[in-house]
């Protein structure tokens, strides 16, 4: 039984949508400095050992939404050309970080036990 909602947990092995792990990460990189757009989908590509990256086409819309809600501010860098846009973290995108960084830690624990211990039991691997 899920500890969520009481009810049978049928997502395997992350409890936690594409979406929703990838507006956190961009919150936590924009915690530190501002990042352009390819900015971000390299940062997080490197981050993750070249295993896995997020798409243009999900990255951007992410932040003109994270923009909308005032998480994020952004900043043309030649505002004639408007080719590169900057992002950085608002006070509120900050405390909102803070908010879904507890929320999502025990499922990222659960997800990382679910994986371990199928390492275990089927390839004998220990982690």
Do not use: A, C
């Not at 390299?42 to 896995?52: D, S």
């Not at 950085?88 to 994986?115: A, C, R, W």
Request: charged share 35%.
């Amino acid at each position: 039984m899920s500890k969520y909602k009481n009810e049978r947990n049928r997502q395997f092995p992350s409890k936690i949508s594409t979406t929703s792990f990838v507006k956190l990460y961009i919150l936590h990189l924009l915690k530190d400095k501002s990042y352009y757009g390819n900015e971000i989908i390299e940062e997080i590509k490197e981050r993750l050992e070249y295993k896995w990256e997020p798409s243009p086409g999900m990255i951007y819309p992410l932040l003109r939404e994270m923009e909308e809600n005032g998480y994020v501010k952004g900043r043309w860098q030649e505002p004639d050309k408007r080719s590169i846009r900057y992002y950085k973290l608002t006070d509120e995108g900050y405390d909102h970080y803070k908010k879904v960084q507890l929320l999502y830690k025990p499922i990222f624990e659960d997800s990382l036990t679910i994986v371990k211990n199928t390492l275990n039991d089927i390839y004998n691997s220990k982690i």
